[in-house]
C-alpha cells in the first residue's frame, strides 16, 4: 500500500524512511560500493542533519540529540571526512542528479528531520550542501 501511494518517497510515511539515503547513495555509489547500505546512510544521516542545520528545518538540539545516540560518531565524522575529502563537489552534484525523489542540475529534494519522527521534504539548492563540504572534508560538524 505504501509503495503504491507514494512510489517515490517523497510524501507521508515512506518519506521517513529515506532518511539519510540521498547522500547516503551518493556515497554508496561514488566509492564504488565500498560502503555497506548501512554505513553510507549512517553517514548520510549526519549530513542530511548538517543540511537540515542549515536550512533551519532541524535545530542544533535535536541534530546533537540524533549525533548522541547513533553509535561511533567521532569516528563516523572522520570517516565521512576521509570519503568526502576524496570526492569533488561536481562528482557529488552529478550522482545526486540520479536520485529517484528528483535532482536537477541546480537542486533535489532530501529528507530533513524536523523532530524524531518528523520529517520534511525539502528542495535543496546544491550550494547550500556545497558550503558544508570543508567542514565535511575536516570531519568536523559544520
Given at each position: 500500500?505504501?509503495?503504491?501511494?507514494?512510489?517515490?518517497?517523497?510524501?507521508?510515511?515512506?518519506?521517513?524512511?529515506?532518511?539519510?539515503?540521498?547522500?547516503?547513495?551518493?556515497?554508496?555509489?561514488?566509492?564504488?560500493?565500498?560502503?555497506?547500505?548501512?554505513?553510507?546512510?549512517?553517514?548520510?544521516?549526519?549530513?542530511?542533519?548538517?543540511?537540515?542545520?542549515?536550512?533551519?528545518?532541524?535545530?542544533?538540539?535535536?541534530?546533537?540529540?540524533?549525533?548522541?545516540?547513533?553509535?561511533?560518531?567521532?569516528?563516523?565524522?572522520?570517516?565521512?571526512?576521509?570519503?568526502?575529502?576524496?570526492?569533488?563537489?561536481?562528482?557529488?552534484?552529478?550522482?545526486?542528479?540520479g536520485d529517484k525523489k528528483g535532482g536537477d542540475a541546480t537542486s533535489n529534494f532530501f529528507i530533513l528531520l524536523e523532530n524524531p519522527g518528523r520529517v520534511q521534504t525539502v528542495r535543496v539548492a546544491h550550494h547550500t550542501w556545497k558550503v558544508?563540504?570543508?567542514?565535511?572534508?575536516?570531519?568536523?560538524?559544520?
Amino acid at each position: 500500500r505504501l509503495c503504491r501511494t507514494d512510489p517515490f518517497d517523497i510524501t507521508g510515511e515512506r518519506a521517513a524512511l529515506n532518511f539519510g539515503h540521498t547522500f547516503g547513495h551518493v556515497l554508496e555509489s561514488l566509492t564504488n560500493f565500498h560502503l555497506s547500505h548501512g554505513e553510507a546512510v549512517g553517514l548520510g544521516m549526519l549530513m542530511a542533519l548538517d543540511v537540515g542545520v542549515a536550512l533551519g528545518v532541524t535545530s542544533p538540539a535535536i541534530a546533537e540529540r540524533i549525533e548522541a545516540v547513533l553509535p561511533n560518531v567521532p569516528d563516523a565524522r572522520r570517516r565521512l571526512g576521509r570519503i568526502v575529502g576524496k570526492l569533488g563537489s561536481g562528482a557529488i552534484q552529478r550522482a545526486l542528479r540520479g536520485d529517484k525523489k528528483g535532482g536537477d542540475a541546480t537542486s533535489n529534494f532530501f529528507i530533513l528531520l524536523e523532530n524524531p519522527g518528523r520529517v520534511q521534504t525539502v528542495r535543496v539548492a546544491h550550494h547550500t550542501w556545497k558550503v558544508l563540504l570543508p567542514r565535511w572534508r575536516s570531519g568536523l560538524r559544520p
